[in-house]
């Protein structure tokens, strides 16, 4: 087996741990319940043996609620999905907009170059003149309004509107083809829609009234009362869209009404998210209000130890759960900064110049963003002094040792860097930043409070403290598991199939991760459905790009599966390389690049096949598609969803299950 971990020291330290929330948090629990908890693996072993922790919590945070809560659980034996502080009544907007003065709420910025400032009391007031005309025409508690909307103010308004109605705001980003967001929206049934008519993406002006009229038409057959058309993002004027009304006309409905949070129970649905499923009708996960709050706070609050005087810039679409994170930035007081664009556009430089001019102190990115940054060789310190940037909260894929080693450098040795991992299906983080702690390189640093992640085998055996790899599972309810999925049967079936099957009654996750017995950091692998298995070795198709970081300067990218056909008796790695512009793919650098993994992992995970590709499939919020791929090269044929970014990309995998049986070639000739 070979060893995940590097035995070195910390990357960064904690220079002042009795100031973190954390700390404040640990002491706080020590004093209220006479314990002595006496560092975070404590506390978070305090967090997933007493659910008293999630009232500490509750407390610690300052949740704003009619209705405090009394009890934590609903009485009687616990199941997979309890219901929470039965008891409590709440709304999430009136927890975001608890601020009503003149400081920045929302920045809103992007590509254009025109930057906009909104207070606390502007928001305010832009989310009563929505919510108003949202009553004005008849929206109530439960409806659905949907957004295909860009990352900007009026998304923000929109959505704090809707919650503080009590109805149930669901987003995608307006690149999704007019498939995906039928295959959303069809299956959710908005009542309400808001739509931007125009947007600029990448210097482009892209005209979104085609897709429009066929979305509302498609839509109105499924019970879709109000389309609105939003002005313009290019030239700000409105546009006349068939079937709509205008913004400026829906919002003439404003009577005055004051901003009313509606009080609802804390398991009131607030968001469906969907799952990236890349073939079949994406499921609709539905989030309750109280579970996304408390969740979603306390990773900001505690874990990326967020205070009102941040500057939080987290780069997202409105199709992915990060923005919906984002959002409870304002619940801590914090400004956020809303981009809209492409931030390759006009150039990555004058984006990082933008970081660093609006004062970000706590940057969420991905791995791919930096990734590139680079690969373009620019050194982000050369370029502005980043001295506001306290934090960079890493997620959306896994961070190779060589990518932290390199992100640490270019941002300087002050920064804390985390990376974090959760995802969609609980609309916040499993695995995360712990600002009381070192930074080990490669390593995610510790399990979230509250989550009870375990290592398990194949047969459901915790296998964490041997340090062996095995599937990521949460043992214990935590407050947001989705409600359900919108549209399951009554005994939620797809729901419990998704979660539950493989161990009966405990959440798995699809992750593939180990724990370092030594340091207690997570490393994520891969997803399990991706797991290589060659000649009954278990590694994820993270170690193979850990080890192509060394050749970041001949590749834009990489992909790495098994293949497994009908015919073959064992599974067969296969990897593929995008080259950069003006590097060349030959024997030479396939035999460079086996040796590298030769040396680095073992013989028995180097790669059957090298290939070249032109492209590889991601997602629409960026991931990179292995199981997609894994399953055209082993045979089965796929429909793509709308959640691929770039379907025909995956044509380019077909002929690979008819390669050879013998993996002796360094390259086929196909
Ligand atoms: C928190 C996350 O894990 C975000 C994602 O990758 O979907």
Not at 19 to 29: C, D, G, N, Q, S
Not at 498 to 511: E, K, L, T, V
Request: charged share 20%; net charge positive; with cysteine.
């Amino acid at each position: 087996m070979s060893s995940h971990f590097e035995n070195s020291g910390p990357l960064w330290r904690p220079a002042d741990p009795p100031f973190t929330a954390v700390e404040r948090l640990r002491r706080l629990i020590n004093s209220k319940h006479g314990l002595n908890l006496a560092n975070y693996h404590d506390l978070h072993q305090y967090s997933v043996e007493s659910f008293t922790f999630w009232l500490d919590l509750w407390e610690f945070l300052g949740i704003i609620s009619s209705i405090p809560p009394k009890k934590i659980l609903e009485p009687g034996p616990i199941t997979e999905v309890p219901i929470w502080f039965p008891d409590t009544r709440l709304n999430y907007a009136e927890n975001l907009l608890f601020r009503k003065d003149d400081a920045i709420a929302c920045t809103a910025g992007g590509e254009s170059g025109v930057v906009k400032h909104y207070s606390y009391r502007q928001l305010r007031e832009l989310v009563r003149q929505m919510a108003s005309a949202m009553r004005h025409h008849g929206l109530q508690k439960g409806d659905r309004v949907a957004g295909i909307v860009n990352n900007t103010i009026s998304s923000v308004v929109i959505c704090l509107a809707t919650a503080s109605i009590g109805a149930i705001f669901s987003s995608t980003a307006t690149d999704m083809g007019t498939h995906g967001i039928l295959d959303r929206y069809r299956q959710i049934q908005p009542r309400f829609i808001f739509a931007e008519t125009e947007v600029l993406y990448a210097g482009k002006v892209v005209d979104l009234l085609p897709k429009l009229s066929e979305v509302f038409r498609e839509l109105r057959k499924h019970g879709l009362q109000h389309a609105i058309a939003l002005p313009s993002l290019v030239s700000g004027k409105e546009i006349s869209v068939a079937d709509s009304v205008p913004l400026s006309k829906f919002l003439a409905k404003d009577d005055g009404h004051e901003l009313i949070f509606e009080q609802l129970p804390f398991s009131q649905p607030l968001f469906i998210l969907y799952s990236s499923g890349t073939s079949g009708p994406p499921k609709c996960i539905v989030h309750s209000a109280g579970g996304v709050l408390l969740q979603t706070k306390k990773e900001l609050r505690i874990s990326i130890g967020m205070d009102p005087d941040d500057t939080y810039f987290q780069y997202t679409t409105t199709g992915w759960m990060m923005w919906t994170f984002m959002l409870t930035g304002l619940a801590n007081g914090t400004r956020i900064i809303l981009y809209d664009g492409s931030p390759f556009h006009p150039d990555l430089r004058t984006y990082l110049k933008f970081i660093n001019d609006q004062r970000v102190s706590i940057l969420g990115t991905s791995p791919r963003f930096l990734a590139e940054i680079q690969g373009q060789k620019i050194n982000p310190l050369q370029l502005a002094p980043f001295d506001a940037l306290k934090r960079v909260a890493i997620t959306g894929a896994v961070v190779t040792t060589p990518l932290f080693l390199w992100c640490q450098q270019a941002f300087g040795e002050r920064v804390h860097l985390m990376s974090t991992s959760g995802g969609t299906d609980v609309c916040t983080a499993f695995v995360t930043g712990v600002p009381s702690l070192p930074v080990y390189a490669g390593e995610i640093q510790g399990k979230s409070l509250g989550m009870k992640v375990e290592v398990f085998d194949p047969a459901g055996k915790n296998i964490e403290h041997t340090g062996t790899a095995g599937e990521m599972v949460c043992t214990r309810p935590h407050p947001s598991i989705p409600v359900r999925f919108w549209g399951d049967d009554k005994s939620g079936t797809k729901f419990r199939d998704a979660y539950f099957s493989m161990y009966p009654g405990i959440w798995r996750q699809g992750d593939f991760i180990v724990v370092n017995p030594r340091t207690k950091g997570i490393m994520i692998l891969g997803r399990s459905d991706g797991v290589l298995n060659p000649s009954g070795v278990r590694f994820g198709s993270a170690e193979i790009y850990t080890v192509l970081e060394q050749f970041s300067a001949a590749l834009d990218d990489s992909l790495c599966v098994g293949q497994r056909r009908p015919q073959d008796k064992d599974e067969r790695v296969l990897l593929f390389l995008k080259m950069r512009k003006g590097y060349k793919f030959n024997d030479e650098l396939v035999a460079k690049i086996k040796a590298a993994i030769r040396k680095a992992l073992s013989a028995r995970h180097v790669p059957a096949f090298i290939f070249e590709t032109t492209d590889i499939p991601y997602t629409v919020n960026g991931k990179r598609i292995e199981i997609a791929v894994k399953q055209i090269v082993s045979g089965s044929d796929l429909k793509p969803s709308g959640t691929v970014a770039n379907p025909e990309s995956l044509q380019l995998y077909y002929k690979y299950r008819d390669l050879d049986a013998t993996p002796t070639a360094p390259k086929a000739k196909l």
